[in-house]
């Protein structure tokens, strides 16, 4: 028997995300839902690990001074900025693929995160962006003693 809910507001709510979608991504400079706020933005990765949040994010042609990198209120944020070649003028492009412009990208950062320590590195056009997780935050493994009840802080074990 297959059972199927019913959510009345479901085909609106769906046409209404999907009109937001195309004026925003349409025109590329509205804020969106992901943190873009943008005509383009260069992909990112996100990683974790026990130690470290990572980020990769891909800005191929981009050299350290075209980029800007901040935490701040619990958020990072990745500036940068592609400009178009001067000497474009002087010639006779047929196709223009390559995407041009400002980009503002903006990750809400859990609280475990250590803002102090950020370490971010360009290489080949990737940044590669890693920010340390607070000590407390960090698993720790508890060691199981073995053999007969013992007494566990005041109390003791039955």
């Known amino acids: 028997m297959l059972v ?31 943190g873009v706020a943008a005509s383009w933005a260069p992909p990112v990765d996100i990683a974790e690990t026990p ?15 075209d980029l800007t990198l ?3 209120n619990g958020i990072l944020t990745v500036e940068g900025e592609r400009k178009f070649d001067t000497q474009a003028n002087e010639k006779n492009y047929h196709r223009v693929e390559r995407s041009y412009g400002k980009f503002v990208r903006g990750f809400t950062l859990p609280s475990n995160i ?17 920010l340390q ?5 960090k698993p720790k493994t508890i060691p199981i ?4 009840p013992k007494q566990i802080g005041s109390r003791k074990a039955a």
Not at 114 to 130: Q, S, T
Not at 133 to 137: F, I
Request: glycine share 10%; net charge negative; aromatic share 10%.
């Open 51 to 65: 130690e470290t949040l990572n980020f990769t994010v891909e800005v191929p042609g981009f050299k350290n001074e």
């Open 70 to 72: 901040r935490v701040e």
């Open 133 to 137: 997780k607070k000590e407390d935050a």
């Open 4 to 34: 199927r809910r019913n959510h009345p507001f479901h085909e609106a709510q769906s046409f209404q995300n999907q009109m937001s979608r195309f004026f925003n991504e349409g025109f590329g400079t509205q804020n969106r839902e992901d």
């Open 145 to 148: 003693g073995t053999g007969g």
């Open 114 to 130: 250590d803002p102090e320590k950020v370490h971010a590195n360009l290489v080949d056009g990737v940044l590669y962006i890693a």
